[in-house]
């Protein structure tokens, strides 16, 4: 049996690195578009992030004061594991007490915080069964300047792709420099109203920069993409070739009546780590 203080101590470390280290894909997206921006307040925005990304790196400290709201995703194999739910909330604790990282968490009527970065329903645990020998979890922080930017859109079918491609950037544009761009873009389509919202965090976790395997969503995300960076919107905002480092969309089969799109937005700071338990540790 995987025990409770095992899987503590993984979401511990998984909350700590995925706060304070950015994924190498998206440092070289950003990189990329360093490279290729001719705006020089663009140019200015995106040295400031980079530099930013390295300090964080270099002194062991969160890479933004929003560490977000940690949304949790587990591949469950063929292993016991004691206290699961439980396990994976005291490693949050742990991770703001310890690193430390701000308390987010408050009850959305009184807004008294929890001050621990867990609550009713919170963190939100994505389960998914596999087959192997080992427990795969993945930490996503949240941060709200973003979150706050999600929409959501019940389409008709007749809609097809073209009002998909439409909605996701209509959505992107109208936050504007709102999510601290360049953002990368999750789009979840089909499924339920909740499961579209679901599958666009879930696409988050895809590399920036490598296209979805099935060519029709891969042609679809890279026409979303370079239509949003048509804009002009920017690093920040204020101008420039990048408002988006990428778009990354997952589907799942829906009701003949439906064509639900879930748009979910994440900063430059596209956080999350990922770490495995087997059960003979």
């Known amino acids: 049996m995987i025990n ?11 909350y700590k690195q995925s706060v304070i280290v950015l994924g190498e894909d998206v440092k070289k997206s950003l990189e ?4 290729c921006e001719e705006h020089e307040l663009a140019k200015l925005n995106i ?9 964080a790196e270099e002194k062991g400290i969160p890479m933004c004061q929003d560490t977000g709201l940690p949304v949790v995703f587990v591949k469950l194999g063929k292993v016991e594991v004691e206290n699961l739910q439980k396990a994976i909330e005291e490693g949050i604790k742990k991770a703001t007490e310890e690193i430390p990282i701000r308390p987010n968490i408050v009850d959305p009527i009184s807004r008294q915080n929890t001050n621990n970065n867990v609550g009713k329903y919170i963190p939100p645990i994505d389960i998914e069964l596999i087959d192997e020998d080992y427990i795969e979890i993945t930490i996503l922080p949240k941060g709200f300047g973003s979150e706050n930017n999600n929409s959501l859109k019940m389409a008709l079918p007749a809609e097809g792709v073209e009002g998909i491609k439409k909605f996701v950037v209509e959505s992107v544009l109208k936050a504007k420099g709102k999510p601290c761009p360049p953002t990368v873009i ?3 389509i089909g499924g339920t109203s909740d499961l579209c919202l679901k599958l666009g965090k879930k696409a988050l976790l895809g590399k920036v920069g490598e ?3 099935d060519p029709e969503i891969a042609k679809l995300e890279k026409e979303i993409l370079e239509e949003i960076n048509a ?10 070739k990048t408002t988006t480092l990428d ?3 997952l589907k799942a089969h829906t009701h003949t009546a439906g064509l639900p799109v879930g748009v979910c937005i994440q900063c430059w700071a596209n956080r999350h780590a990922t770490g495995r338990i087997y059960d003979n540790q």
Request: net charge positive.
């Open 47 to 55: 040295e400031s992030i980079l530099k930013n990304i390295k300090i």
């Open 231 to 240: 804009s002009g919107i920017g690093p920040m905002g204020l101008g420039g």
């Open 211 to 213: 296209r979805n395997p």
């Open 247 to 249: 778009v990354k969309i």
């Open 4 to 14: 409770e203080d095992t899987i503590k101590n993984k979401v511990y470390e998984l």
């Open 32 to 35: 990329d578009a360093l490279k």
């Open 186 to 188: 999750g789009v979840g």
